[in-house]
């Protein structure tokens, strides 16, 4: 059974950064798209980013120029670097991996945001 471990989450200062990584625990075929999505308390999931198989990439409007996904879908390996983290960015953030047939999702990592 495919399981995605993530890694890197923690206590941040507001301003501070992180680094996210995923790895799937064995190969996943037919990767359509990786990425992170995280949800807050009281919210719904969101999507963060994505890297798509077509070499694209996309952000949620409000992360742009402070986010950076990187991946290697070959290895099912996605990664985020998460710069001047804000307060309300507070969440439990999420990896996926979509394939042509499912979508495969970790069990989530905390990222906190102190003020």
């Known amino acids: 059974q495919v399981q995605l471990v993530e890694s890197g989450g923690g206590l941040v200062q507001a301003g501070g950064s992180l680094s996210l990584s995923c790895a799937a625990s064995t190969r996943i075929y037919g990767i359509r798209a990786m990425g992170w999505y995280r949800q807050a308390p009281g919210k719904q999931r969101e999507l963060v980013a994505t890297?798509?198989?077509?070499?694209?990439?996309n952000y949620a409007d409000s992360l742009k120029g402070r986010f950076t996904i990187s991946g290697v879908h070959a290895e099912n390996m996605v990664y985020l670097q998460m710069n001047s983290l804000k307060p309300e960015e507070t969440a439990v953030y999420y990896c996926?991996?979509?394939?042509?047939?499912?979508?495969?999702w970790g069990q989530g990592t905390q990222v906190t945001v102190s003020a």
């Open positions: 890297t798509n198989a077509d070499g694209t990439t």
């Open positions: 996926h991996q979509d394939t042509y047939w499912t979508t495969y």
